[in-house]
């Protein structure tokens, strides 16, 4: 290799070296995430995370079945596994019921609560 060559890989070396540190030193940093009003740390962001996906998968089960109604719903997930249900199902009291018992087998789900209301 020329030692022009090999001038260039250590120069590609040593950018990737210090771009790794620096994402490393972001990742342990400790300021955790920023959001407005102040910061939020690694285990409120694991905590969020969860309730986000916690929600998600409530309300793809709710939309997977279409006896429940669900394009009225609105599912707030929280990290302690309760599930929050709001809105108005299209299919009235049968719907709202199926959609309690659908949210209540979904994995991770400890608590459900009834905030829907019928039209």
């Known amino acids: 290799m020329s030692q022009h060559a090999t001038s260039i890989v250590r120069t590609s070396l040593t950018a990737c070296a210090l771009a790794t540190g620096a994402i490393l030193a972001g990742c342990?940093?400790?300021g955790g995430w920023s959001e407005p009003g102040g910061s939020m740390s690694n285990s409120q962001a694991a905590k969020a995370s969860y309730a986000q996906n916690l929600e998600q998968r409530?309300?793809?089960?709710?939309r997977a079945d279409p006896r429940?109604?669900?394009?009225g719903l609105r599912v707030e997930g929280r990290s302690d596994g309760t599930v929050i249900i709001s809105g108005s199902p299209a299919n009235g009291t049968?719907?709202?019921d199926l959609a309690l018992m659908i949210a209540r087998n979904v994995g991770g789900v400890r608590n459900v609560v009834n905030s829907m209301v019928m039209n």
């Open 68 to 71: 429940v109604g669900a394009q």
């Open 28 to 30: 342990a940093g400790g």
């Open 94 to 96: 049968a719907g709202r």
């Open 58 to 62: 409530v309300m793809a089960a709710l």
